[in-house]
Antibody, heavy 120, light 108 residues
Framework: QITLKESGPTLVKPTQTLTLTCTFS??????????VGWIRQPPGKALEWLAL???????RYNPPLKSRLSITKDTPKNQVVFTMTNMDPVDTATYYC????????????WGQGTLVTVSS | SYVLTQPLSVSVALGQAARITCGGN??????VHWYQQKPGQAPVLVIY???NRPSGIPERFSGSNSGNTATLTISRAQVGDEGDYYC???????????FGGGTKLTVL
C-alpha cells in the first residue's frame, strides 16, 4: 500500500522560505522509473505542478517558478524535501506531494495535502 | 507554454453520460491523464495514458484522445461522481507538466 504525507509549517511570513517534507511508504525512490512530485492548489483554484524528482536524481521544475524552487530526496529515510523561497501571499495554497511510477506520466497516488498560509 | 482548456462546468442528468473535454494543441500526440477531486480531498487518478483505468476505478469511467481534444466520459453518472476533474499532460523538457483548469461536474 502506497501512502504519502506532507509535513511542514502551516503559516509562513512574506519573504520567508517554505520547507515541506513528503514522507512516504510502500515504494522506494531507488526503484527505476519512480518519481515524487509537488503540486499546489490555491483555495478555490486549479492544480499547479511545481517540481519532480526521479529515482536517478533527475529534477524538473515548473519554468516560471524554477528560480524559487528546490527538490531533494533522502532515499534511506523515504523522504522528499521541497523548498520555495521568497514566499508571497499569492503562494497561499494546499501543497500536495504525489507518487509517479513512470517518468513523465501520471501521478498514481497523492498525499492528503497541507495548507500553507502566507501572511505577516 | 502549453495550455489545456477545460469547460468550467458540466451538468448531467442522473444515469446519463457525462463528457468532459480537455483541449490542447495536438494533444492527441501526448498521453493524457485525468483526476477526480472531491471537496476537501486530494485528487484521485481515474484515467491514465488516455484510456486506462487504475485498479478500483469503475468501468463507467473511460477516456479517449485524438487531434486537439481529449475526452473523459462517465457513463451512467451517479451523485457520487460529482466533483472537480482535471486533465494533465507532460509536454516537453522545457515546459514540463501541465494541468487543465478543471471542470466541475454536477449530477442533476
Amino acid at each position: 500500500q502506497i501512502t504519502l504525507k506532507e509535513s511542514g509549517p502551516t503559516l509562513v511570513k512574506p519573504t520567508q522560505t517554505l520547507t515541506l517534507t513528503c514522507t512516504f511508504s510502500g515504494f522506494s525512490l531507488s526503484s527505476s522509473g519512480v518519481g515524487v512530485g509537488w503540486i499546489r492548489q490555491p483555495p478555490g483554484k486549479a492544480l499547479e505542478w511545481l517540481a519532480l524528482i526521479y529515482w536517478n536524481d533527475e529534477k524538473r521544475y515548473n519554468p516560471p517558478l524554477k528560480s524559487r524552487l528546490s527538490i531533494t530526496k533522502d532515499t534511506p529515510k523515504n523522504q522528499v524535501v521541497f523548498t520555495m523561497t521568497n514566499m508571497d501571499p499569492v503562494d497561499t495554497a494546499t501543497y500536495y506531494c504525489a507518487y509517479s511510477q513512470q517518468p513523465y506520466e501520471e501521478f498514481d497516488f497523492w498525499g492528503q495535502g497541507t495548507l500553507v498560509t502566507v501572511s505577516s | 507554454s502549453y495550455v489545456l482548456t477545460q469547460p468550467l462546468s458540466v451538468s448531467v442528468a442522473l444515469g446519463q453520460a457525462a463528457r468532459i473535454t480537455c483541449g490542447g494543441n495536438e494533444i492527441g500526440s501526448k498521453n493524457v491523464h485525468w483526476y477526480q477531486q472531491k471537496p476537501g480531498q486530494a485528487p484521485v487518478l481515474v484515467i491514465y495514458r488516455d484510456s486506462n483505468r487504475p485498479s478500483g476505478i469503475p468501468e463507467r469511467f473511460s477516456g479517449s484522445n485524438s487531434g486537439n481534444t481529449a475526452t473523459l466520459t462517465i457513463s451512467r453518472a451517479q451523485v457520487g461522481d460529482e466533483g472537480d476533474y482535471y486533465c494533465q499532460v507532460w509536454t516537453s523538457s522545457t515546459v514540463g507538466l501541465v494541468f487543465g483548469g478543471g471542470t466541475k461536474l454536477t449530477v442533476l
